[in-house]
C-alpha cells in the first residue's frame, strides 16, 4: 500500500489537489475541463513553440468567470476587477502544478505536463461514467484472445490489454452491486413522492444499470463467450510453444530480467481470464440487488398512491391547536352536526370505468406551409453561418488578382455576406490587438494564416449599412492562379 502511494505522488505534483479540495473547489474543476478542451486536450489544436501565451490562458478564464458570474475564492469581494480575479485562479493553477509557465525572453508560455493530461482525462472519465456496456467489452476480449491464439508470437502485445480489460469488467460487475445499494439508501431518504420519483428515474434507473443489462442472459449475448475466453487462456498457459512464445514477448516487452519473472506476469494476465468463471455468480448478485431495490421502490409507490399525504400534515396542525388552546376557549371544529361515523357520509358507490380504447399512433404530415419555414430557417442559419473556408472565399473574390483589398472596396450583396464582412472586421481588430506570436496562436486568425488584417488608423469606412474603422486585408502568400 505504501509503495502506491509513494509511487502516486512521485508521477504527479505535490499540490495537485489542492485546488480540487478548497471551497471552489467546483469552479476549479469546471475551469480545467474548459481550459483542457480548448487547449491542452486531443481535440485542441497543439500550440506552436513553447506553448500558449500567458495573456490567451488568461482570457479564457477571463471569459469563463463571466459566464460563471462567480468569484473563483470565497475570500475575493464581488466588485473585484475580473482581470484580478482571473490571475488569481490562473496562478493558483501554476501554483498546484495543473499548468506548467516556461519563462523564454520576456514572454511568460503556459503548458500542461503529460502526466497530468493523462491524470484529468482519467479523473473526467471517472466522473462522467455511465452505464456500462458489457457485450462490447466480452466481444473485443474474446476477438483479441482469438487473434492471439492463432499466432502467439505476433499477436502476444493484445494479452496483457485484453487482460486489463477482463478485470475491468468483472470489478465494474461486483460495483454496480454495491451501486444498487447505495442508490436505495439515496431513495430511503426522500421525502416527497416527486422527490423520490425523480431520483429513482434519475439515479436508479437511467444513471445506475448497465446498458445492456436486460440481454445479460440471453443466447445471442457476447457473454456467452465466457467458455472460450477461459479455454484460450489456459491453451496458452499449458500448450509449451505456445507458452514460450508469450513468456518471450513479456520478456522483451516488460524487461523482465529472466524467464521466470516474465512467468509470474504471464501467469497473472492468466488468472484475469479466469475470473470469467465467476461471472455467473456476479450476475446472481446483481439480479438480487436490482430485484430487491425495485420492490422497494414500488412498495414505497403503491404506499403514497393509496394515501394522501396531506392527512399527517392536517392531524399534525389540528393537534397542536387542541394543545395550545385554553381551556376557556372554545375550538371549532371542522365537523357537521350528526354521526361522526354514518351509511349518510360513506362517498357514493362509483361505477368501475372499463379501460380506454387506444388511438392508433399516427405519423405527422407537415403541410406546405411547415415545410417552406423548415426551409427559411435552415437557410437563414446558413446565412449566418461563418467558417474560415467561407472568409477566404470572400477574400478572394474581393481581391481578384490583387493581394491588398481595403473595406471600402468590398461590396455586400447579401446577408451572408453581411456577416463575412463584420467577421473581418472582427479579425482586424483582433490582429491588432495580439502580435505576430498572438495571432498564431489565436483559434479565429490561425486557419486564415496566408492573410494579414489590418486596421488603418483614424480612417472610416461608410457604406450603407456600417460606419466602422477602415480596415485592409493583405494576402501573404501568392498561390497558384494569383497575380502578385
Not at 291 to 313: N, V
Not at 440 to 460: G, Q, T, W
Amino acid at each position: 500500500m505504501g509503495s502506491a502511494l509513494t509511487s502516486l505522488f512521485e508521477r504527479l505534483p505535490e499540490n495537485l489537489f489542492g485546488p480540487l479540495a478548497a471551497p471552489s473547489k467546483a469552479f476549479y474543476w469546471d475551469l480545467l475541463l474548459r481550459l483542457y478542451d480548448h487547449y491542452f486536450g486531443p481535440e485542441s489544436s497543439p500550440p506552436d513553440g513553447y506553448g500558449y501565451l500567458q495573456r490567451t490562458i488568461t482570457s479564457e478564464i477571463e471569459r469563463f468567470i463571466l459566464d460563471r458570474e462567480w468569484s473563483p475564492d470565497a475570500d475575493i469581494e464581488p466588485n473585484t476587477p475580473i482581470n484580478i480575479r482571473a490571475n488569481i485562479a490562473y496562478r493558483s493553477l501554476i501554483n498546484a502544478g495543473w499548468l506548467r509557465e516556461d519563462v523564454v525572453g520576456v514572454k511568460h508560455y503556459v503548458s500542461m505536463a503529460m502526466m497530468v493530461q493523462r491524470f484529468l482525462e482519467q479523473l473526467r472519465q471517472f466522473a462522467e461514467e455511465g452505464p456500462q456496456v458489457i457485450g462490447g467489452k466480452v466481444q473485443l476480449i474474446h476477438n483479441q484472445l482469438e487473434q492471439v491464439l492463432s499466432d502467439p508470437a505476433r499477436q502476444a502485445s493484445g494479452f496483457h490489454e485484453a487482460a486489463l480489460q477482463a478485470r475491468e469488467l468483472v470489478a465494474t460487475l461486483s460495483a454496480t452491486t454495491m451501486r444498487v445499494r447505495d442508490a436505495i439508501d439515496l431513495l430511503k431518504r426522500q421525502e416527497t413522492t416527486a422527490a423520490f420519483v425523480r431520483s429513482f428515474f434519475d439515479h436508479y434507473i437511467s444513471q445506475l444499470f448497465i446498458r445492456d443489462y436486460h440481454e445479460l442472459r440471453t443466447a445471442n449475448h457476447p457473454l456467452r463467450h465466457r467458455g472460450r475466453i477461459i479455454e484460450i487462456a489456459l491453451m496458452l498457459r499449458d500448450d509449451p510453444n505456445k507458452r514460450e512464445a508469450m513468456i518471450g514477448y513479456y520478456r522483451s516487452a516488460m524487461r523482465c530480467t529472466s524467464d521466470e519473472e516474465a512467468a509470474v506476469k504471464f501467469e497473472a494476465d492468466v488468472s484475469r481470464f479466469l475470473m470469467f468463471s465467476d461471472i455467473d455468480r456476479h450476475l446472481d448478485r446483481l439480479n438480487e440487488s436490482v430485484d430487491r431495490a425495485t420492490a422497494q421502490s414500488m412498495a414505497f409507490l403503491t404506499y403514497k398512491l393509496r394515501t394522501q399525504d396531506r392527512l399527517d400534515r392536517l392531524l399534525s396542525i389540528s393537534i397542536e391547536r387542541l394543545k395550545n388552546a385554553s381551556p376557556e376557549a372554545e375550538t371549532a371544529m371542522p365537523m357537521m352536526p350528526g354521526h361522526l361515523l354514518s351509511e349518510s357520509r360513506l362517498p357514493p358507490y362509483q361505477k368501475r370505468v372499463g379501460p380506454m380504447a387506444r388511438a392508433p399512433i399516427k405519423k405527422a404530415v407537415l403541410t406546405i406551409e411547415q415545410r417552406a419555414q423548415m426551409q427559411l430557417k435552415r437557410i437563414m442559419k446558413l446565412n449566418r453561418e461563418v467558417t474560415p473556408a467561407q472568409v477566404e472565399a470572400f477574400m478572394e473574390k474581393h481581391l481578384g488578382g490583387g493581394y491588398r483589398v481595403s473595406s471600402d472596396d468590398i461590396k455586400i450583396e447579401s446577408i451572408h455576406d453581411l456577416c463575412l464582412f463584420v467577421h473581418v472586421m472582427r479579425l482586424s481588430v483582433i490582429g491588432r490587438r495580439y502580435g505576430s506570436e498572438g495571432r498564431k496562436a489565436h483559434p479565429m486568425l490561425r486557419p486564415l494564416k496566408d492573410y494579414r488584417f489590418e486596421i488603418v488608423s483614424n480612417e472610416i469606412t461608410e457604406n450603407e449599412y456600417f460606419s466602422v474603422p477602415k480596415f485592409v486585408v493583405t494576402r501573404r502568400t501568392v498561390g497558384a492562379g494569383h497575380a502578385a
